[in-house]
């Protein structure tokens, strides 16, 4: 070999050498990388959202939602041990425990035994929680994430395990769950024993007030929008987000937009189209939020589809829409997913609707 082929080999070596090298420091570091995790989650969950649902709310909106801020969607099977048609403790359960029972329970597998919620994890590893919704507080889906019990509608059983959960935020519906009770036991003396601020009005809490509150708005459930509830639900959700977000540790916040499912069974496109609208702007809030903070991952589902919805005919630029229904029950279809923030591609793609549970606490490691 000659001297010239020598140095030319030499220097192919070290060339090679330090691809080598920076293959392996690129490895290296990709390997010490960590996909951005949140320290908060939002779920928002439209009970008996389907995509007509949201489709119809829309087309009424003029073409466009806050929902379509959501960066990745994915689809749950809603099925539930029992029966392929879910109902809302069964489909609730499985997102706030990752185990399905059978319609009818709350957070109970289906031998009724006791199953622990994200929730109540959130609260072991010192994040603050909280629960909104439109219906009582006692709710199937609420009641879900703190409540056990084998029948949804034991509602005086359910509020008592409220009052021994530790939320720092509750604001719903049911007082006469916590108040007039058979037993004649007063839960909301016992709130404020625990330090809570009880009032029936957002407008009730200070703006400095620290600690717990329970905003109880209605003795059974809150007035649907076409009559009367104005915009509580967007401004509850906003106030949840700022008073939880002082924690340092994280908070999750579970909100439910309870009355689209009442107005698909009622099977009223004009009951439909103002809950889902006022739905997806208490949504547009929790995004604003996402956006700012950029540790706060937003999740948008439903439980089911309720009423077979199909639209028939509608127009962007008016906001008219014609719906027609199926059913007056809910019906076995998948459910889309929608996320925004950090571990949102994470709900990309099908799934069980007890995955939801698993990606929740996986990203804000408390499994």
């Known amino acids: 070999m000659t001297t010239s082929s020598k140095h ?61 801020g959501c960066t990745y969607v994915g689809f749950q099977k809603t099925y539930s041990a029992s029966s392929y048609i879910t109902d809302s403790g069964a489909s609730a359960t499985a997102m706030a425990t990752g185990r399905k029972t059978h319609n009818g329970a709350i957070a109970v597998d289906t031998s009724g035994h006791r199953l622990k919620t994200i929730i109540e994890m959130a609260e072991e590893a010192g994040l603050s929680t909280g629960l909104v919704a439109t219906s009582t507080i006692t709710h199937a889906t609420p009641a879900s994430f703190v409540a056990h019990n084998p029948d949804r509608g034991k509602y005086e059983e359910i509020a008592l395990d409220f009052a021994g959960a530790g939320l720092e935020v509750i604001i ?32 009730g809490v200070e703006p400095g007030h620290q600690g717990p509150i329970a905003i109880f708005t209605d003795s059974l459930p809150m007035p649907p929008v076409l009559k009367g509830r104005g915009d509580l639900l967007p401004r509850a959700t906003e106030m949840a987000i700022g008073r939880l977000a002082v924690n340092e540790k994280g908070f999750f916040l579970m909100v439910e937009g309870s009355q689209i499912d009442w107005a698909c069974h009622d099977n009223n496109t004009e009951y439909l189209v103002s809950e889902m ?51 007056e029950g809910h019906t076995g279809v998948m459910i889309p997913v929608f996320a925004y923030g950090p571990g949102a591609e994470k709900f990309a793609g099908i799934y069980e609707n007890t995955d939801i549970f698993d990606k929740m606490a996986g990203l804000l490691d408390l499994d």
């Open 8 to 68: 030319s080999a030499s220097r192919l070596a070290m060339v090679g050498l330090i691809i080598f090298v920076i293959a392996i420091s690129c490895t290296t570091d990709r390997s010490k990388r960590r996909e951005p995790k949140p320290r908060n989650i939002v779920l928002m969950l439209g009970d008996g959202m389907g995509v007509a649902q949201i489709y119809a709310g829309m087309t009424a909106n003029g073409g466009h939602l806050s929902l379509e």
């Open 172 to 203: 719903g519906g049911g007082r006469n769950h916590f108040s007039e009770r058979e037993d004649g036991l007063d839960l909301i003396a016992q709130f404020r024993g625990n330090g809570y601020l009880v009032t029936d009005r957002i407008e």
């Open 277 to 327: 609208i006022d739905f997806d702007v208490a949504i547009g809030k929790a995004i604003d939020f996402a956006r700012k903070n950029r540790e706060t991952l937003v999740i948008v589902t439903g439980d089911h589809e309720t009423g077979a919805l199909a639209i028939e005919n509608g127009h962007m630029e008016s906001g008219e829409v014609s719906g027609l229904f199926g059913s």
